[in-house]
T-cell receptor, first 118, second 115 residues
Framework: AQSVSQHNHHVILSEAASLELGCNYS??????LFWYVQYPGQHLQLLLK??????LVKGIKGFEAEFIKSKFSFNLRKPSVQWSDTAEYFC????????????????FGKGTKLSVKP | NAGVTQTPKFQVLKTGQSMTLQCAQD?????MSWYRQDPGMGLRLIHY???????DQGEVPNGYNVSRSTTEDFPLRLLSAAPSQTSVYFC??????????????FGEGSWLTVV
């Protein structure tokens, strides 16, 4: 079955620690990949996206992600987290239209909650 | 530029009541969709539309109805509310029918409680 897996349900870090959140997907062929962030009580905001080209993608607020096609992965990284990064992070994949008839809908992982201790 | 607008933001319903969550976008987007967000489940697709007059089911369509009579609006109807429909609902839109080829924009969410 088509799926997006996020490895960690809850990550707790101290400020200035480095962050890496895992994301794997199970689609074949061409994919588009996204990371969204949801701050407490707020809506989803796009952090970064990958459609094609350089597999290392830089997003807002110092986040970056690397697409590794051979590993079906799109891990999110940040060298030094801040207390304000406390939020829930969602990986999402666009299933191509010719794969399962999904019409291009975004499929989300279950999310990773990040808590940053000051 | 309002983007994607959802109303109401908060709603409490009694079991068996019906209601409509409104979603409107002013970006002339072809693609619109509804997701529900539940703790530990991420976001799951309820229904989507690739253009006016065209709708289709997503992963969790049961108990919900949609229509797309205009490009701008995509209301979500709960036919007979159940406690299992207590959730946060997000409307989303995108320019292209190939939704992932363009950024998807999300509304601010509608918090629904069914008692």
């Amino acid at each position: 079955a088509q799926s997006v897996s996020q490895h960690n349900h809850h990550v707790i870090l101290s400020e200035a620690a480095s962050l890496e959140l895992g994301c794997n997907y199970s689609y074949g062929g061409t994919v588009n990949l996204f990371w969204y962030v949801q701050y407490p009580g707020q809506h989803l905001q796009l952090l970064l996206k990958y459609f094609s080209g350089d597999p290392l993608v830089k997003g807002i607020k110092g986040f970056e992600a690397e697409f590794i096609k051979s590993k079906f992965s799109f891990n999110l990284r940040k060298p030094s987290v801040q207390w304000s990064d406390t939020a829930e992070y969602f990986c999402a994949v666009n299933a191509p239209m010719n794969y399962g008839g999904s019409q291009g809908n975004l499929i989300f992982g279950k999310g990773t909650k990040l808590s940053v201790k000051p | 530029n309002a983007g994607v607008t959802q109303t109401p933001k908060f709603q409490v319903l009694k079991t068996g009541q019906s209601m409509t969550l409104q979603c409107a976008q002013d970006m002339n987007h072809e693609y619109m969709s509804w997701y529900r967000q539940d703790p530990g489940m991420g976001l799951r697709l309820i229904h989507y539309s690739v253009g006016a007059g065209i709708t289709d089911q997503g992963e969790v369509p049961n108990g919900y109805n949609v229509s797309r009579s205009t490009t701008e609006d995509f209301p979500l109807r709960l036919l007979s509310a159940a406690p299992s429909q207590t959730s946060v609902y997000f409307c989303a839109s995108s320019y292209s029918i190939r939704a992932g080829s363009n950024t998807i924009y999300f509304g601010e969410g509608s918090w629904l409680t069914v008692v």
